[in-house]
T-cell receptor
């Protein structure tokens, strides 16, 4: 398996623009997680899905952030409008229920100018 | 609520010496414990996990971790450190099986000096 795939790997945008991050989980995994990593706050869980359904989005910082999982092989995290404080590395991870190990993608480094 | 603490932000060790990265946890029931490693500009990679059984768990790259229930600890160890082990290490915990996500510590940066 190719592992968790994220795109783009790097994104540079200007404040106010819409940003869409993409994730393809490992085939057969039914949990998908979105994390944000910054120097100041460390690794933060933003939202997670089970069987394409959002289970807990309490980590989403504000309404500018939204996430969808239209099918088992694809998820998006959208920021609209983006702000400089959104600059971070965003990770997607997936896991198989009952086994628990989460497998992480390589991350998307977002820079908002 | 479940939580995990990594008391050291930074650990420095000389190449060839044994290394320990500390982790303590708090859960109500039986813990599932994990260690992950993050190399620069990379995602987190799974190293090892403890679910049940032998308290000494062996993982990737020669790492091992010891589960100590009385001290609620799960320290990561390696007998002989390599410069290539320099990275950010995360401990994570969840309470038993089920549907809650892992709770991660803040990470410990390991520097192995040649």
């Amino acid at each position: 398996d190719a592992g968790v795939i994220q795109s783009p790997r790097h994104e540079v945008t200007e404040m106010g623009q819409e940003v869409t991050l993409r994730c393809k989980p490992i085939s057969g995994h039914d949990y998908l997680f979105w994390y944000r990593q910054t120097m100041m706050r460390g690794l933060e869980l933003l939202i997670y899905f089970n069987n394409n359904v959002p289970i807990d989005d309490s980590g989403m910082p504000e309404d500018r952030f939204s996430a969808k999982m239209p099918n088992a092989s694809f998820s998006t995290l959208k920021i609209q409008p983006s702000e400089p404080r959104d600059s971070a590395v965003y990770f997607c991870a997936s896991s198989l229920v009952g086994i628990d190990t989460q497998y992480f993608g390589p991350g998307t480094r977002l820079t908002v100018l | 609520a479940q939580s995990v603490a990594q008391p050291e932000d930074q650990v420095n060790v000389a190449e060839g010496n044994p290394l320990t990265v500390k982790c303590t946890y708090s859960v109500s029931g039986n813990p599932y414990l994990f260690w992950y490693v993050q190399y620069p500009n990379r995602g987190l990679q799974f190293l090892l996990k403890y679910i049940t059984g032998d308290n000494l768990v062996k993982g990737s790259y020669g790492f091992e971790a010891e589960f100590n229930k009385s001290q609620t600890s799960f320290h990561l160890k390696k007998p002989s450190a390599l410069v290539s082990d320099s990275a950010l290490y995360f401990c994570a915990v969840r309470e038993g099986p089920g549907n809650t996500p892992l709770v991660f510590g803040k990470g410990t940066r390991l520097s192995v000096i040649a």
